[in-house]
């Protein structure tokens, strides 16, 4: 389960060295986020500046996002919902105004100073429409000093305008020493929580996660799928409540193909699991997730040793059957779970006269890069791809190097033979060049064929005895002016992009702080955006908005 939490309060700027803030610590929302990461959640925290700094209050399993203003957190909340979360918590404490920020320093010599403030936009407001009915959305509302009943209705109009699940609300009068009382409110009701802030925390969670589950599963753990202690079951993945929860598989890699048996132990953590099974979780070829437990291949048994949370393996049953449910192929068809960490994002199936693949992603999943990690997976597998009749993925799959090879009887569809079975495709080197101090990017409208008019990187044809890395910077220098001599690359990425002609790419990221502004050339218009801003460009080229969202995210760690 994917869950996202915001936290602490947004610093507006007045003039270049003051800001308007409040006094949220945001203390509170990294106790919801440790206990959604304890509980087995893939968690992503943004978090204001001072927090993110605070490494003593954070789990170091949360991935944290830092923001500063009422803009950088609308940044890096929709870059965190792009791919819709299970959970989100929106626990920040986000100013209502901010003031028309003014240029340079405000001179002290007045007796009285005026700040205009203009309405900061709701960002509670744009979440369910962002992430769809799927999400569990919880709000906060903090008020001072008014009744129970004057707390609860205050809570109750926010779920009402902002189409919440939940409202936690409390009295700022009754907050302090060693407690954090507090109501949770629902559009039929309110509890009453209290006890100290990480206890009220975990209660917040939990009811937020029962949300998740019908209430047959929330009262379901493994204990009842069999085994002669109730802990432990070995079965063919034949057995469809076994292949269900292939879903807890913690492959980042997203596994294509289902192991040909599975066990399974439904401790809370590899130690507490029987003797063997801990044993083997500490070895190095134990693959770990947040949140506790393991998984760990053996390739000549053809089994997976699984361990994990009661709690996670219920949500990922739910899940992977409500994408079965949603499969728009017939219900005989064998399907497969591809997965993202704990979480099934869609599935495989095999056409049984071809034996080729195809891939579906359920839709909110889609737009964050998986489906082309997935046809590079299946390009390394020499696998061929096959698109069944009046699915409309044969352009998509184009654009990645596929290439058409066998139309099938019947509207059954079109077949594809993977990049990796070219001999014509043409190698290419490109540039992601990075000035960390101001977070931007160089980026350029395309001006040739085949990709002109969409934003890429620049970058061009591998040619004669140098690296690839040596064409990325001879193109840089070439399509822009800029020269980067005796570079190191922090990253290196693979991209196969175009169908005739094809292209191999290689992109560098390339770190060059305090560098001049691009000249203009005829093959690319090239300019430095913020990265923050990236999302708003349109067309991309292919691959280089996954490019740019993990840099995102590697630079978010960095600033720890």
């Not at 996660?209 to 109730?230: E, S, V, Y």
């Not at 770190?511 to 050339?521: G, Q």
């Amino acid at each position: 389960m994917h869950a996202v939490v915001t936290a602490g309060g947004t610093r507006e700027p007045i003039d270049d060295v003051r800001v308007v803030t409040n006094l949220s610590t945001g203390r509170f929302g990294a106790a919801c986020a440790r206990a959604l990461v304890e509980r087995g959640c893939d968690v992503t925290l943004l978090a204001n500046t001072d927090l993110a700094r605070h490494h003593d209050w954070l789990d170091p399993r949360i991935r944290v996002v830092p923001f500063g203003s009422f803009r950088e957190l609308d940044a890096a909340l929709r870059q965190a919902t792009e791919d819709p979360p299970d959970l989100l918590l929106m626990a920040a404490a986000v100013s209502d105004y901010a003031p028309v920020p003014a240029t340079g320093k405000i001179r002290s010599d007045d007796a009285t100073l005026s700040i205009e403030m203009v309405r900061n936009d709701k960002l509670i407001a744009t979440l369910r429409a962002r992430c769809g009915p799927h999400t569990t959305l919880v709000g906060f509302k903090l008020l001072s000093g008014v009744s129970p009943a004057e707390l609860h209705d205050n809570a109750r109009r926010q779920i009402a305008a902002n189409q919440l699940d939940l409202c936690f609300a409390n009295d700022l009068a009754e907050l302090g020493g060693d407690t954090h009382p507090a109501w949770l409110v629902s559009a039929d009701g309110q509890e009453r929580l209290t006890g100290s802030r990480q206890a009220v925390a975990d209660a917040l969670v939990e009811r937020a996660l029962r949300t998740q589950l019908p209430a047959a599963d929330a009262a379901q753990g493994l204990h009842d799928m069999g085994g002669p202690d109730g802990r432990l079951h070995r079965a063919s993945t034949a057995d469809p409540e076994v292949a269900a929860l292939l879903a807890a598989l913690p492959d980042v890699d997203m596994l294509l193909e289902i192991p040909e048996g599975l066990a399974l132990t439904t401790a809370e953590s590899p130690l507490q699991a029987p003797a063997a099974l801990a044993a083997l979780a500490r070895t190095a070829a134990a693959r770990r997730w947040h949140g506790g437990g393991f998984a760990l291949r053996d390739p000549e048994a053809g089994t997976v040793w699984v361990g994990l949370t009661e709690a996670g393996a219920a949500v990922a049953r739910h899940r992977w059957e409500r994408l079965r449910r949603a499969a728009p192929l017939p219900s005989d068809t064998e399907l497969r779970a591809v997965f993202d960490g704990p979480r099934p994002i869609g599935w495989t199936a095999t056409d049984p006269h071809t034996d080729a693949t195809t891939l579906w992603l359920d839709p909110s999943s889609r737009g964050a890069g998986r489906g082309d990690d997935l046809a590079l997976q299946l390009s390394r597998a020499g696998r061929r791809a096959w698109v069944p009749g009046g699915w409309d993925a044969v352009p998509w799959l184009q654009e990645r190097g596929f290439q058409p090879v066998q139309t099938l009887p019947d509207e059954g569809g079109t077949v594809l033979a993977p990049p990796s079975a070219r001999t014509d495709l043409r190698r290419a080197a490109s540039v992601c060049l990075l000035d960390p101090v101001h977070r931007r990017v160089l980026l350029g409208r395309r001006l040739t064929p085949p990709w002109n008019g969409h934003w890429a990187f620049p970058g061009g044809s591998h040619e004669g005895d140098e690296t690839l890395l040596q064409t990325a910077l001879r193109e840089l220098e070439e399509e822009t002016g800029i020269a980067v001599p005796r570079a190191e690359a922090l990253a290196e990425r693979l991209l196969v992009v175009g169908d005739t002609p094809g292209y191999e790419v290689h992109n560098f990221v390339v770190s060059c702080p305090h560098v001049p502004p691009p000249r203009a050339s005829a093959e690319l218009d090239a300019r430095w955006v913020d990265l923050h801003q990236t999302h708003t460009l349109r067309p991309m080229a292919a691959g280089t908005r996954r490019i740019l969202r993990r840099l995102m995210t590697s630079l978010a760690q960095l600033a720890l």
